[in-house]
């Protein structure tokens, strides 16, 4: 007899986020992309599956990143100090579908850059690249409430992906986002309670739920990995059986936790057991990558060119799967 | 919980004269008012004044579905006015409903079947009210096992136990919600269980306070759907707090505004 698998039938789905806007949009990227509208848990494609791959996001600076691992500076030498020569190398060398730059050099502590500065670098950026963007504040409160806003103003139209909110300072960058016609990026400390909440406290302002991306927060592999995953599958699940107020997809920032990991950082004199250093970086970073696609993860914020393209390659695999 | 909304019954007097009238806003209304307040589903009921109910049920479905596609349970007590219903549904279709009595499950299962329509079914018989859990499930039993001998999915079942006034059969209550968790027991898939709850409070002078406490009881017994009122907040809120308490939703500070997103 032949097997019955048994498939899962849900009523809800991930809500579909579009990021970039063409210039038939009103914006002047090369394509849009869409991430979301999963229709069932990842992969399993005989059950709703998976309409848009999940995309890598190649992660550039506005300022050089002083505490980046030699491991992983060696590979953007050239440009580390020139953002928009940086983010023109990860377009054409990388082949990034979108970028995400992070404008750390106006945190107070990282180089205090002015607003005008940054709204400048966003405008130049735009012109200088035609991917997708997401720009990430310095993670500095009161500062990223100056400088986000005038960004998103200056990115007007270009439907880029905008953060991040977070429970008690959402308010300032919702509103640009609203006005500005972009998406933002809610973040939540590893708490689905928060997620939801954030999402409804943004909802309310009059921001669809279908413009908001979660960063539920994750942990590298050894560091919280699992938790983050458990996180995201219990959204997943409440969002199947219907409850749109975490039908949200998910950003996770891949890069930036797997290289604070020790077995990334420590060299291998450090620890000769632990093999050469030039791959553990890599390995932890595409070993945080993929388990976090398993978990459900939309947009994956990448670091070192070998990890993006061995993430790129797992996608493509599995979504070839899907006709096979 | 499937929430099906109680207040479209021509036993009301706002409900009754429109029906009289064929005043169409005044139902559509209080469609949209039930929808609004967290109905999933809207009873229709002619009430006992009408004099035509055959073609009453008929012009309430098709003045409903003009404003709303939520399902809709033809609530009658004659299987000619269920089906008169069902010739004009477009929505989903819940039939309100049949007894244990072999009479009525010859005719209402096969309707069910045939009209794809969910189909409540209600622990009494010719011979009168249960009194006791034992009696609910014997009742319960007959009418699971009517609807397997006629191929109806026994998962669109929804087994009603027949709730009582506290102040008539206070004795009854604890049986009462013990048969709701008892028949889920009966059959797998299990059928569902439903409560037409304001029926607890009747007599009472705190209907309200009664109501909700005994839907958040049963609601921990394991009950899946209420005809009630959904008009009345404290007991909406009773129930999503009751949900919650129950794990079916996620945790968040505003919880009662985040299920009435959903």
Not at chain 1, 207 to 231: D, F, H, K, Q
Not at chain 2, 215 to 243: N, Q, R
Request: aromatic residues 6%.
């Amino acid at each position: 007899m032949a097997l019955q698998p048994m498939l899962e039938k849900w009523s809800g789905q991930v809500s579909t986020v579009t990021i970039g806007a063409t210039k038939s949009e009103g914006g002047s990227r090369r394509e849009a992309v869409k991430i979301g509208g999963e229709l069932s848990l990842p992969f399993l494609f005989p059950e709703g599956g998976v309409p848009n791959k999940p995309v890598v996001a190649v992660e550039i600076w506005d300022t050089a990143p002083a505490d980046w691992p030699q491991e992983l500076k060696k590979n953007y030498t050239e440009v580390l100090s020139d953002p928009l020569a940086w983010a023109e190398k990860c377009v054409k060398e990388l082949k990034a579908e979108v970028l995400c730059i992070r404008l750390q050099g106006a945190h107070p502590d990282f180089g205090n850059r002015s607003a005008d500065q940054e709204a400048k670098l966003i405008h130049e950026l735009l012109k200088r690249v035609d991917v997708p963007l997401i720009i990430l504040g310095s993670g500095d409160d009161t500062k990223d409430n100056l400088i986000l806003p005038v960004c998103a103003e200056a990115a007007k139209g270009e439907r880029c992906l905008i953060g991040e909110a977070v429970q008690d300072n959402y308010k300032t960058l919702t509103a640009s986002v609203l006005a500005d016609g972009h998406n933002i990026i809610a973040q939540s400390p590893i708490d689905i309670n928060i997620a939801k909440q954030l999402n409804i406290l943004i909802s309310d302002m009059g921001l669809a739920l279908e413009r908001i991306v979660i960063n539920p927060t994750i942990g590298a592999l050894g560091y919280g990995l699992e938790y983050a995953y458990s996180i995201m599958e219990r959204a997943r699940l409440a969002a199947f059986s219907g409850d749109k107020t975490v039908a949200s997809p998910f950003i996770c920032f891949v890069g930036q936790e797997s290289w604070r990991a020790k077995e990334a950082k420590a060299t291998s004199l450090e620890f000769p057991l632990w093999g050469p250093q030039a791959q553990r970086g890599i390995i932890w970073e595409v070993i945080t990558a993929t388990a976090l696609i398993q978990a459900g993860a939309d947009i994956l914020v990448m670091r070192h060119p070998e990890a993006i393209e061995k993430v790129n390659k797992y996608i493509d695999n599995l979504m070839t799967g899907a006709s096979a | 919980m499937f929430v099906i909304g109680e207040l479209i019954n021509g036993m009301y007097q706002n409900i009754g004269r429109a029906i009289k009238e064929k005043n169409k806003k005044e139902i559509q209304k209080c469609a949209l008012q039930q929808i609004e307040a967290g109905a999933d589903c809207l009873d229709v009921n002619c009430g006992p004044a009408s004099r035509d109910p055959v073609s009453d049920m008929q012009w309430l479905i098709e003045t409903i579905q003009e404003v709303t596609d939520k399902p809709l349970a033809l609530d009658s007590s004659k299987p000619k006015v269920i089906e008169s219903g069902l010739k004009v549904i477009k929505n989903k279709a819940v039939i309100n409903s049949t007894t244990a009595d072999a009479e009525k499950l010859e005719v209402l299962v096969p309707l069910a079947k045939e009209y794809n329509a969910k189909l409540i079914g209600i622990t009494i018989s010719a011979k009168g009210i249960p009194q006791n859990k034992d009696q609910r499930l014997e009742l319960a039993a007959a009418i699971v096992a009517t609807c397997e001998e006629k191929g109806f999915p026994i998962a669109d079942l929804y087994l009603d136990p027949i709730v009582l006034p506290v102040n008539v059969a206070q004795a009854q209550m604890k049986d009462i919600l013990e048969s709701i968790h008892e028949f889920k027991i009966i059959y797998e898939p299990p059928p569902k269980t439903i409560v037409g709850l304001s029926n607890v409070s009747q007599g009472t002078c705190v209907r309200n306070l009664v109501n909700r406490t005994f839907l958040t009881m049963a609601l921990a017994y394991g009950l899946d759907a209420a005809i009630l009122d959904p008009l009345d907040k404290d007991l909406m809120d009773a129930l999503i707090t009751a949900e919650l308490i129950l794990n079916k939703n996620i945790y968040c500070d505003s919880y009662l505004e985040a299920y009435r997103k959903k």
